[in-house]
């Protein structure tokens, strides 16, 4: 009794353990087939207007200004300007010690006349030779004088003349060594070289200077036509094929916020601004030029400012959320015969098409996802141009991003929401 008594509850047990194996793989072939629902929201494909940006950031600089560097060195013994100081074409900016220019030029003076008197020795030599080989001369010609003598007075006039066109040209040289000394002592003194502002002084008065011919000596100071400014700002190398001279653009001086200064695109650097260059972090800009058409007399040099710039307007153009669009990459048949004609090398263009990402946008059709290829134009911050593959009022994706970026397939089943003034999501 006891033996039978212990075989129905072994039974019980096994039977119920059994059933129970049975009813989880019942459960885990259920949710196996159970097709997965992704919640996203939409927006209907519709005209707009759309100007495309291109934002970079930069400085504030006058579009005239000139850096006044020394090219006399020595101690500045007048110094009549300071920085803000309005300032005419010629007016004296600064005046640095002139002794040793002085006593350059005297000496230069003294060099030139004492070259012209030894000049004015020689002619005076040099006539009276010239007059006694023409004397023998005459004389040889009547036989009455010999060719020795004839020679000896060629030879003394050929010397004398040498001797002379040689003091001409230390008479040169002295007059040019007496103008260099001029002009370096006229290096002493520096006038404004235009109208307008000093917009920086680095120097003090007592403030000794070094001065070059080769390379620029110690910068001075810098003046400034204010009534013209410019920002200039570095752009990216992408965006820079966007942009062309007379752009419009808003500058936004960060000293002034909240409020926007117009401007047009007056240049395009050529040369790339490269920063970081053989790291990680290298980056490749170009800098443009902005003239600021209402600056005023606020804005001043080395400002800190943000510009956006309208490269493209469009008007009642069909658009989507620019977050709808997303590459994927393009699958072809790769059973496609290939012709008794074409090369191996079809095959692996086959390969390289099979890799090439598309832009498309999901639309909601029968609460499922249905993938469109699209051509896309300008954008703003917002919304893209749709050239090609939509008619308009199609619901296409706008959210979530990770949906419309990994998530979603063709034929993907989806719910869509609304998103409530909370942005709550709310289920439709």
Do not use: W
Not at 42 to 50: A, P, S
Not at 191 to 215: H, W
Not at 236 to 245: A, G, H, Q, R, Y
Not at 259 to 273: L, R, W, Y
Request: charged share 30%.
């Amino acid at each position: 009794m006891a033996n039978g008594k212990k075989s129905k509850k072994k039974l019980f047990i096994f039977g119920g353990l059994g059933l129970l194996l049975v009813v989880v793989l019942l459960l885990v072939i259920l949710s196996g087939n159970k097709e997965e629902v992704i919640s996203v929201q939409t927006e209907k494909v519709e005209k707009r207007n759309i100007t495309q940006v291109v934002s970079a950031t930069g400085k504030i600089n006058p579009v005239y200004q000139v850096k006044i560097s020394a090219e006399a060195t020595g101690e500045i013994v007048e110094l009549p300007v300071k920085e803000g100081d309005v300032v005419k074409r010629g007016q004296l900016l600064l005046r640095i010690k002139p002794d040793n220019y002085e006593a350059q030029k005297n000496q230069a003076e003294a060099r030139l006349a004492q070259s012209k008197s030894t000049l004015s020795s020689t002619k005076a030599q040099l006539d009276k030779v010239e007059a006694d080989y023409k004397r023998i001369q005459e004389l040889s010609s009547k036989k009455l004088a010999s060719d020795a003598e004839l020679e000896n007075a060629k030879s003394i006039y050929l010397q004398t003349l040498g001797s002379f066109e040689s003091m001409k040209s230390g008479v040169a040289q002295a007059e040019a060594s007496l103008k260099d000394a001029v002009t370096n002592l006229n290096k002493t003194i520096v006038y404004a070289p235009m109208n307008g502002t000093v917009s920086k002084r680095n120097v003090d008065l007592s403030e000794r200077v070094l001065g070059s011919g080769f390379s620029p000596g110690t910068e001075m100071l810098t003046v400034a036509d204010l009534s013209k400014m410019e920002a200039t700002v570095e752009v990216d190398e992408n965006d820079v094929v966007l942009i062309s001279v007379g752009d419009t653009a808003s500058v936004h001086v960060d000293a002034f916020a909240g409020q926007t200064f117009k401007g047009v695109v007056t240049q395009i650097g050529n040369s790339a601004v490269t920063k970081g260059l053989g790291t990680q972090e290298e980056v490749v800009n170009f800098e443009v030029k902005i003239l600021i058409l209402n600056a005023g007399d606020k804005i001043r040099p080395g400002m800190s400012c943000d510009a956006d710039i309208e490269t493209d307007k469009k008007a009642n153009v069909l658009s989507v959320p620019i977050q709808s669009v997303t590459a994927r990459i393009a699958k072809i048949n790769q059973d496609e015969q290939v012709g008794p004609n074409q090369q191996v090398q079809d095959e692996k263009a086959k390969k390289e098409k099979s890799n090439k990402p598309k832009e498309i946008v999901f639309v909601v059709q029968d609460n499922k996802a249905k993938s469109i290829e699209v051509k896309t134009g300008i954008s703003d911050d917002t919304y893209i141009e749709i050239i090609s593959g939509l008619k308009g009022d199609e619901a296409v994706v706008s959210g979530p991003y990770r949906a419309i970026s990994k998530d979603l397939e063709e034929g993907t089943k989806v719910s869509v929401q609304t998103k409530r003034k909370g942005n709550e999501p709310e289920k439709k």
